[in-house]
C-alpha cells in the first residue's frame, strides 16, 4: 500500500472539494492504496503549525494539480517539498501541464508531469508498475463508470458545507449541495477553451444508474439536498437527460447545471423544470454576432440566446448569464452591443469576465508561455495583448456591465422575493459586498 498525497495548490478557499484530485483520490482508494488530499485553501502548512514536514514525513508520491492561474502557486510547493525531502518523487496534472508538459518539467522541479486524465496513472505509480519520471500520456478513459464515485471519505467536507463563501451554490440552492461530473468532454471548437486540444471532442456519458448510486450514497451519508452539474454542456443528449430528469425527479433533488442555447427547447426546458432545475447557466459570451460567430465560433447568435432565455424564463427556472469582454479581435462596437444584450436578455444574475488567454485554446497559440506571468496580472486589466489604452477602455464596459446589471431597479426589485429564504439572503449580500469591493479596486 501506498500513501499518496493528492495537493490542490489554490490558495482561495472554496464552497466545493476539488473535483480532479478527488476523482484520483477514490481510484487510489479503490486500489487499497491511502490518499490524502491537503486544499491550501483550507489547510495551508505555511499558515498552520503543522508545516510542511508534517505533512509530508511518511508519503510516498505526491501529486499536484494545476490550472493555468495557479500553476506559480504549484510550483511554489514543490520547491518546498523538494527543499525538505529531495528524494520524494512529485507528479504534476491537470489542464495547464497537460498542455505544456515539456515546460512544466523543466521549469517546476517536478519529476514528472501527467498528459491527460491521472485516475489510472496515479494508480500505476502507487502500484510501482510506472517510475514517476518525465512525461507520461495517460489513455483516455472511455468507460468513465469504471472511475469509482465520489464519496468524499479522505477529506473533512464538514468544512466545505459551513464555509461561508459567496458562490452561486450557496445562495441558489437548499443546503448541503455538491457538485457531481455526469459527463466529460466537448464536442464544441469555442476559440477561447481549450478542452478540445486535450480531450478531443468526442463526450463519454456517465451511466444514469451510476450517478444514481453516487447521489443515493451523498444523500444517506451527507443528508445532500441539492446537485451542482459541473459539466461543460449537460443537455447534449435527449434520451440520457430524460432518464437522469427522471431519476432525479424521483428522489425530489435540486439542481443547477450549464449549458448553451442551441442544444434546449420548450419540452427540454419543461422537462427539466419538473426534475427540479433551479437554474441553468448559459454561455452567452458577446452581443456581437460577429464576435460569436468570427471570433469565437461559438454557432450560436444573440437572437437564438434572446429567444431561448425568454424560454427558460416562461418555464421558470432561474437563469444565469454569462459574459466576456477583451476578447482578441473584439472592438469596442461589439463591447457596446454586449451592454445592449445584457439589458434586453432576461436573467436573474449574471457573470462578466475579463478574457484570460489559456494555453490550448485557438485564440491564445501565438502567446510565449515561458514569460506568462498569471500570479502577476490574472486578469489581464492591462497586458501584452491588447494596448493600454484599449485594456482601460474593457475595464470601463466590464465595470459598466456589472453596475447596469445589479444595481438597476428592475434587478433589485425582483431580489426582494429573496426575502423569503434568510440562508439565501445572507450569502446574497456577501456577494454583492464582495462585487462592490471588486468595483472599487
Known amino acids: 500500500m501506498s500513501k499518496i498525497l493528492l495537493i490542490n495548490p489554490d490558495p482561495v478557499s472554496r464552497v466545493l472539494p476539488p473535483l480532479g484530485i478527488s476523482y484520483i483520490a477514490e481510484n487510489l482508494k479503490k486500489h487499497n492504496h491511502l490518499p490524502v488530499i491537503l486544499d491550501m485553501g483550507f489547510d495551508n502548512p505555511d499558515k498552520n503549525n503543522q508545516g510542511w514536514e508534517k505533512i509530508i514525513?511518511?508519503?510516498?508520491?505526491?501529486?499536484?494539480?494545476?490550472?493555468?492561474?495557479?500553476?506559480?502557486?504549484?510550483?511554489?510547493?514543490?520547491?518546498?517539498?523538494?527543499?525538505?525531502?529531495?528524494?520524494?518523487?512529485?507528479?504534476?496534472?491537470?489542464?495547464?501541464?497537460?498542455?505544456?508538459?515539456?515546460?512544466?518539467?523543466?521549469?517546476?522541479?517536478?519529476?514528472?508531469?501527467?498528459?491527460?486524465?491521472?485516475?489510472?496513472?496515479?494508480?500505476?505509480?502507487?502500484?510501482?508498475?510506472?517510475?514517476?519520471?518525465?512525461?507520461?500520456?495517460?489513455?483516455?478513459?472511455?468507460?468513465?463508470?469504471?472511475?469509482?464515485?465520489?464519496?468524499?471519505?479522505?477529506?473533512?467536507i464538514q468544512k466545505y458545507f459551513k464555509f461561508g463563501?459567496?458562490?452561486?451554490?450557496?445562495?441558489?440552492?437548499?443546503?448541503?449541495?455538491?457538485?457531481?461530473?455526469?459527463?466529460?468532454?466537448?464536442?464544441?471548437?469555442?476559440?477561447?477553451?481549450?478542452?478540445?486540444?486535450?480531450?478531443?471532442?468526442k463526450v463519454r456519458f456517465r451511466s444514469v444508474e451510476n450517478i444514481?448510486?453516487?447521489?443515493?450514497?451523498?444523500?444517506?451519508?451527507?443528508?445532500?439536498?441539492?446537485?451542482?452539474?459541473?459539466?461543460?454542456?449537460?443537455?447534449?443528449?435527449?434520451?440520457?437527460?430524460?432518464?437522469?430528469?427522471d431519476e432525479l425527479a424521483k428522489r425530489k433533488m435540486q439542481w443547477i447545471c450549464g449549458t448553451r442555447v442551441d442544444v434546449v427547447d420548450e419540452k427540454i426546458l419543461q422537462m427539466m423544470k419538473f426534475s427540479g432545475c433551479k437554474y441553468i447557466s448559459y454561455g452567452i459570451e458577446s452581443g456581437s454576432n460577429k464576435v460569436l460567430n468570427d471570433i469565437i465560433k461559438k454557432e450560436t447568435t444573440i437572437e437564438q440566446a434572446e429567444r431561448i432565455l425568454k424560454l427558460t424564463r416562461k418555464v421558470g427556472i432561474g437563469i444565469i448569464a454569462n459574459y466576456m469582454f477583451g476578447l482578441p479581435g473584439e472592438t469596442e462596437e461589439d463591447m457596446k452591443l454586449t451592454l445592449k444584450a445584457i439589458k434586453k436578455i432576461p436573467a436573474d444574475t449574471a457573470e462578466f469576465s475579463v478574457y484570460i488567454p489559456l494555453p490550448g485554446a485557438e485564440l491564445a497559440t501565438d502567446l510565449d508561455w515561458t514569460v506568462y506571468k498569471s500570479n502577476k496580472n490574472p486578469y489581464h486589466s492591462t497586458s501584452y495583448?491588447?494596448?493600454?489604452?484599449?485594456?482601460?477602455?474593457?475595464?470601463?464596459?466590464?465595470?459598466k456591465a456589472v453596475r447596469n446589471f445589479y444595481f438597476s431597479p428592475k434587478y433589485l426589485f425582483e431580489r426582494l422575493k429573496m426575502l423569503l429564504y434568510p440562508q439565501r439572503v445572507y450569502y446574497a449580500l456577501k456577494s454583492l459586498f464582495k462585487l462592490i469591493q471588486d468595483l472599487m479596486k
Open 57 to 156: 514525513e511518511d508519503i510516498d508520491f505526491v501529486g499536484i494539480t494545476a490550472t493555468t492561474l495557479i500553476y506559480f502557486n504549484a510550483k511554489d510547493i514543490v520547491k518546498k517539498i523538494k527543499k525538505i525531502r529531495p528524494g520524494l518523487p512529485v507528479i504534476l496534472g491537470g489542464i495547464h501541464p497537460s498542455i505544456l508538459p515539456q515546460f512544466v518539467l523543466d521549469d517546476s522541479g517536478c519529476d514528472a508531469v501527467v498528459v491527460g486524465e491521472g485516475e489510472e496513472v496515479m494508480v500505476d505509480i502507487a502500484n510501482r508498475k510506472m517510475q514517476p519520471k518525465g512525461i507520461i500520456n495517460a489513455p483516455v478513459i472511455n468507460e468513465i463508470d469504471t472511475i469509482p464515485f465520489l464519496t468524499y471519505e479522505y477529506l473533512d
Open 212 to 245: 444514481m448510486l453516487e447521489i443515493d450514497f451523498l444523500r444517506k451519508k451527507y443528508g445532500i439536498k441539492a446537485i451542482y452539474f459541473c459539466d461543460d454542456t449537460l443537455t447534449l443528449k435527449k434520451s440520457w437527460l430524460k432518464q437522469l430528469c
Open 385 to 399: 495583448i491588447h494596448t493600454p489604452e484599449f485594456s482601460r477602455i474593457i475595464k470601463r464596459y466590464h465595470r
Open 165 to 201: 463563501g459567496t458562490d452561486r451554490i450557496r445562495w441558489s440552492l437548499p443546503q448541503p449541495c455538491v457538485s457531481i461530473i455526469g459527463t466529460r468532454g466537448c464536442p464544441y471548437a469555442c476559440t477561447f477553451c481549450a478542452s478540445k486540444t486535450l480531450f478531443g471532442r
